[in-house]
């Protein structure tokens, strides 16, 4: 009876459920690139080609900068669905 009453308990001491804890995918290396600065206008006396060229330079590093943000944007959106759906 006693081996009987042993037994039992650690048959049911086994049935216990262990949590498990989810995380948060982590983010690509790619998207955690510290954003470049924007060149200013160093020279004394601009001609309107060195207005322009910077101009040019400092808006190609925008777009380089909102393409990633969107892409930051999507991969977090699609993660976090993936996370969430997930129960």
């Not at 976090?80 to 997930?86: E, L, M, P, R």
């Amino acid at each position: 009876m006693k081996k009987l009453i042993l037994i039992s308990a650690l048959l049911l001491g086994g049935c216990v459920s262990v949590p498990v804890e989810r995380t948060f995918p982590k983010i690509p290396d790619s998207l955690r690139e510290p954003a470049a600065e924007l060149k200013p206008l160093t020279i004394k006396n601009p001609q309107l080609s060195d207005l322009i060229s910077n101009a040019n330079d400092n808006y190609s590093e925008y777009y380089k900068l909102r393409n990633k943000y969107n892409e930051w944007l999507h991969w977090y959106e699609t993660q976090k669905k993936i996370f969430d759906s997930i129960k």
